[in-house]
């Protein structure tokens, strides 16, 4: 079971990145694939998830509207497209999977299997 992220770097102020995950070893127990960050002593802050079923998505306060999630099923990857980058968005960025259908909310703590994390740094 194996998540890797791609797609951090280092960007200016209203730009944009395009994270990947790619997923390898789950079959159909693979229920959604959420995007997380976590910056240095605080706890993992749940970005957005997308259930593989039937694409539904969840986003936290920090996606809304900047950021979205997609699924490619045929190719086990989801992606992040993030736009309007703020410093405030500086983080550890972290690919995770569920194998239980997750609540309504994106939850760190509905997924059990994690990527390395890619650093995403947005600033002048």
């Known amino acids: 079971l194996q998540l890797v992220e791609s797609g951090g770097g280092l960007v200016q102020p209203g730009g944009s990145l395009r994270l990947s995950c790619v997923v390898s070893?789950?079959?159909?127990?693979?229920?959604?694939i959420g995007w997380f960050r976590q910056a240095p002593g605080k706890d993992h802050e749940g970005v957005s998830c997308?259930?593989?079923?039937?694409?539904?998505?969840t986003n936290g306060d920090s996606a809304k509207g900047r950021f979205t999630i997609s699924r490619d099923n045929a190719k086990n990857t989801v992606n992040l497209q993030m736009n309007s980058l703020k410093p405030e968005d500086t983080s550890v960025y972290y690919c995770?999977?569920?194998?239980?259908?997750?609540?309504?909310?994106?939850?760190?703590?509905?997924?059990?299997?994690w990527g390395q994390g890619t650093q995403v740094t947005v600033s002048s």
């Open positions: 995770a999977a569920a194998t239980q259908y997750p609540g309504i909310y994106c939850d760190a703590l509905e997924y059990s299997y």
């Open positions: 997308i259930t593989m079923s039937d694409g539904s998505i």
């Open positions: 070893g789950f079959g159909t127990e693979l229920k959604a």
